[in-house]
């Protein structure tokens, strides 16, 4: 698969012979488009120095990021982008969007889902993401973000999820949760475990014991314990199955 900063997902053989993205091309593309993605927030731009290759620069509120150009050529490269002005432009205009999360966007737009807590994907906790476009960004405080500042803003985070609109399907004992067109939101409606209990019973489902099946990312499962340890048994992706009563007590990441 791309690489997911860049897009979606290249074709089998431009992975298994990527073909090289120039520099000069992904200069001429970031030359275009930096001045259309720059907003009032947003400081993004290509410096130039001689002698040491060309700079991307980004910097928003706290957060700064910059990338040799040739190092982004190359890891375009590696990721399978195709070397076309539409290839480049599309992965660049997705790299911008995925630049970090600042304290301030996630204070003021930030919604509390599920997401892995460990690079073994084994265990998962609760974490801010912010919206752009239909990317939920994940947050990472800054240095300067003090303990006040965190609770605020996880605070405000829950509330929000409380808002998200999700969908709610029963298929036999199982109830489903998910989002129209954002996945990792369907975890948002955990952040009140007992009005998901509500709400599956007046969809005619009861679980007073529910578990649910959780991989970020993907729709969420409830049901009972034994149904719930069936369905992880057969998903082909790491996950994570819980009591309904843990859920408040999870760390945040």
């Known amino acids: 698969m791309m690489d997911t900063r860049f897009g979606g997902s290249a074709g089998l053989l431009q992975r298994l012979r990527p073909t090289r993205v120039g520099v000069a091309e992904l200069r001429e593309v970031a ?11 947003l400081r993004a731009e290509l410096v130039q120095r001689s002698g040491a290759g060309s700079v991307v620069v980004l910097e928003e509120d706290e957060r700064c990021v910059r990338v040799h150009l040739g190092d982004l050529a190359d890891e375009m490269t590696r990721a399978g982008v195709r070397p076309t002005t539409t290839g480049i432009s ?5 790299w911008i969007a995925h630049r970090p999360v600042t304290d301030a ?13 460990d690079a073994r ?7 801010v993401v912010v919206l752009r476009g239909e990317l939920a960004l994940p947050w990472t405080p800054s ?9 605020r803003t996880r605070a405000a985070a829950i509330a ?21 067109s954002i996945p990792a939101l369907a975890s948002a409606a955990l952040v009140a475990p007992e009005r998901v209990l509500a709400r599956i019973a007046a969809a005619g ?9 959780v991989t970020p990312d993907r729709p969420v499962a409830c049901a009972g314990p034994g149904i719930a340890a069936r369905l992880a048994g057969e998903i082909n992706e790491s996950s994570v199955t819980l009591p309904w009563r843990r859920l408040p007590d999870l760390p945040w990441i």
């Open 121 to 127: 994907r084994t265990t998962v906790g609760w974490r």
């Open 143 to 151: 240095a300067s973000a003090d303990a006040a500042a965190l609770r």
């Open 90 to 94: 599309a992965a660049f205009a997705s």
């Open 205 to 213: 489902l009861a679980l007073d014991d529910m578990h649910v099946v």
């Open 160 to 180: 929000r999820a409380h808002d998200v609109v999700l969908d709610l399907r029963t298929e036999g004992p199982v109830a489903l949760w998910s989002h129209a």
């Open 31 to 41: 030359g275009a488009l930096l001045p259309c993605l720059t907003t009032p927030g």
């Open 105 to 117: 966007a996630a204070a003021a737009r930030g919604i509390a889902v599920l997401d892995w807590s």
